[in-house]
Structures are given as C-alpha cells and as structure tokens.
C-alpha cells in the first residue's frame, strides 16, 4: 500500500527522506533520463532523484514505468514529490500535471511506502485534488492523515497558541528538560 501524506515543505520532511522531481530536458532530449544525486555533508537530506523528461505531456506514459521501477529498485521506502517541479516540466497546472503523472505512476508502483508531497502554504486543496483522483483510480494509493505532517504541525502551533498558562508552563518545563 502506498501511504500519502502533506509536507509544507523540505524541513518537514523526516530525515533522509530523499526528493524525486522532474526537470524539463532540452529539445534534443527523446527519452527521460534520471540523475542521483547523493551528498556526504549533508545533515538531513542525502539523496534526491532527478527525471529529466521531455517537454511533452503526452509522453509521460513512456517513461513513467521506468520511475517507478528505479525508486522500487533503490528501496526507497519513503519519499517526497516536488509538485512545482511536475508543474513546469509538463507544462500544466499542478493538479493536472499530478493527475497525469499519477495516472501513468502508480499502476507500476505498489511498493508498501510513504511519499509525502510538498504543498507549501497554498496547495494544499489542489494536491488534494491529485490524491482524490488517484485514490478513485488506485486502491492501492491512499491518503493517510497520519503522514499529514503540515496540518499537525498547525494544529500543534494552534494549540500552543490556545493553551492556558499553567499549560504553556508545563510545556516549557517539558521541553527545557528534553534538553537536558
């Protein structure tokens, strides 16, 4: 089963949670084309996965196997999707370019995994048009508010914000000896 989520953007990722994307390859480019990239200094993300497809729409069936089959063989377990990035290398809206994408993705990745998707703070309702279009379409792909890590984080802020102030004390004391 594939497990979504929300993250608002690369710092709410859990560590080493690695990025995949998309760039739109020049003219000459026929076929998409991935690119690892892997870092030793970095402290929390390490890797990410580049596709380089060609500035066609339509041909995304072509290689969308191919990703699928490369994120299954690295045993990524956990990822996160760059929407924008989907976006501009389609040449569509954000909802259509997932939607397209994901029409052509998950019927060849059934991989028992989490992939988050970056909203930031305004995409949250159009990547949730994405997700309700493949979970209609895929049962293996389900959105899992547990792996909602934007909206807890709101609600978390929210609740700092609401508390009391014996609360807010307690969560001081809780934190300074987390420290410790």
């Given amino acids: 089963m594939v497990n979504l989520g929300f993250i608002r953007d690369a710092k709410q990722r859990p560590a080493d949670t690695p990025r995949v994307y998309l760039r739109r390859a020049g ?3 026929h076929e998409a084309r991935p690119t690892i990239c892997a870092w030793s200094d970095r402290a929390t993300q390490r890797y ?3 596709w380089e497809v060609p500035a066609s ?3 995304v069936a072509d290689w969308s196997k191919s990703m699928a089959d490369s994120i299954r063989d690295l045993g ?3 990822w996160w999707l760059d929407p924008g990035s989907f976006s501009t290398a389609l040449g569509h809206s954000v909802t259509d370019a997932l939607v397209l994408w994901g029409k052509a993705f998950w019927p060849h990745y059934t991989a028992d995994s989490v992939v ?3 909203i930031g703070d305004t995409m949250r309702e159009t990547a949730y ?3 309700r279009a493949w979970q ?3 049962p293996h792909v389900v959105f899992d508010s547990s792996y909602d890590i934007d909206l807890r984080e709101r609600q978390e802020a929210e609740a700092r914000r609401n508390a009391t102030l014996p609360e ?3 969560g001081l004391f809780t934190r300074i000896r987390e420290r410790l």
């Fill in 136 to 138: 209609k379409a895929f």
């Fill in 129 to 131: 048009e994405s997700v």
């Fill in 57 to 59: 729409a339509e041909r």
């Fill in 48 to 50: 990410e996965l580049c």
């Fill in 27 to 29: 003219a000459s480019l």
């Fill in 116 to 118: 988050y998707i970056k």
């Fill in 168 to 170: 807010r004390m307690a």
């Fill in 76 to 78: 990524w377990n956990e």
